[in-house]
């Protein structure tokens, strides 16, 4: 009998090696803190797409607009950490957002775990057709001759730091008016009920080439391969120094695995090789940039410092 029970208990003690889920075996859902269309769920579906297709599960994009990031986030960071649960965000809330607020709801570096940088971006100035204004000089004049009469809108943290940093910088007054994505503002742009905004490329290029809205400059350090013949703000407004970009990268819930954020790392960083992929990224002036898991946690929090220093030299006082 002793014999018999022994040989029974055998499989029971094997189980839960058997039993151990592999990943993904079930849907994987993205989180998006902009509404459909801006630039960050463009990307998000790019990525999605391929993971769906290569992993045999769906990807769902989620897109949790508003409240400066704080819903989506909050989201992630509250989930269970296994996986299924990614934030497809942008430096808005792992880079602005707390140079902005006293307090968040989540905390950007305890509350995740970094998966992988994407990306970096950057910005155009774009304006109203009908504004007779054709360059950052010609902004900058006006706007110091009129106080007050210019505002500009932003749909992210980012958008609206680079027109608070124009506005420090160019000494100018001018209002800012917050959107929940940008792509809300430049429709207000292009149907003049606002003058101009800092917005994305991906949002902002094919308005440009379609002749909707005028293009004034980019706002990073160097001109960009997408639109060789548009200064930056630096150069065009006389102001050195001025200088912002953009970032996209995915962050798992604080406690998933490693294995699982390495195996999400290899995946993100191999759909980011594919040739197509990375021409489409290009075509927004969005330069593919990744590293481990590890980099992008030593990139967020200085990132975290850069955008506070920003914050401060624009004169912000956070909310």
Known sequence: MIARRSLFALPLLAT?????ERYPSRPI???????????????????????AQDWGQPVVVDNRGGANGFIAA???ARARGDGYTLLFTSNTTHGSNPALFRRLPYDPIKDFEPVALLGVSTMLVVVNNNLGIRSIAELIAYGRANPGKLSFGSGSQSSRMAGEMFKAMAGIDMENVSYRANPQAITDVIS??????????????????EGRVRALAVTAGARISAMPDLPTVAEAGNLPGYELGTWTAVYATAGTPREIVDQLNAKLREILALPAVAERLRADATEPLTGSPDHLRDFTLAEIEKWTRVARQAGIQPE
């Open 74 to 76: 909050e989201a992630v």
């Open 29 to 51: 859902r993205f989180i998006v803190p902009f509404a459909a269309g801006a630039a960050t769920d463009l990307r998000a579906r790019i990525f999605a797409e391929r993971m």
């Open 192 to 209: 003049g009920t606002l003058p101009l905004m800092f917005c994305d490329t991906t949002t902002a290029i094919p308005q440009v080439r």
């Open 16 to 20: 839960p090696a058997f039993a151990q």
